[in-house]
Nanobody, 128 residues
């Protein structure tokens, strides 16, 4: 059974940076398409970023494009989300998600229903 564990969240001032990690166990990371989502209180879980094999195959939500960077280290079974220029509205619980790598790609894989496995989340709080 694939398990995902996020870490790296915390409290940061607006304009600051954080790096989230997601360690995958019970499976080989290179066989999975990975995504990051976030959920603010009272709101639906929303897409942040996803990565296929490497940084050349990434896709971002408009709200984070240019500020966040998703990457993966298959040797360490870890996916990262580098967040810079953080804003108050980035405050949320951040989740990583995994989908067995599709044999035929369809769409941007930006919906929660696209993914089979989820981590427990890590809280990111941006203060003024």
């Amino acid at each position: 059974q694939v398990q995902l564990v996020e870490s790296g969240g915390g409290l940061v001032q607006a304009g600051g940076s954080l790096r989230l990690s997601c360690v995958v166990s019970g499976g080989t990371l290179s066989r999975y398409l990975m995504g990051w989502f976030r959920q603010a209180p009272g709101k639906e879980r929303q897409f942040v970023a996803r990565i296929y094999w490497n940084e050349l195959s990434t896709y971002y939500a408009n709200s984070v494009r240019g500020r966040f960077t998703v990457s993966r280290d298959n040797a360490k079974n870890t996916v990262f989300l580098e967040m810079t220029s953080l804003k108050l509205e980035d405050t949320a619980v951040y989740y990583c998600a995994a989908l067995p790598m599709p044999t035929a790609f369809s769409g941007n894989y930006a919906h929660t229903s696209d993914y089979d496995y989820w981590g427990q989340g890590t809280q990111v709080t941006v203060s003024s």
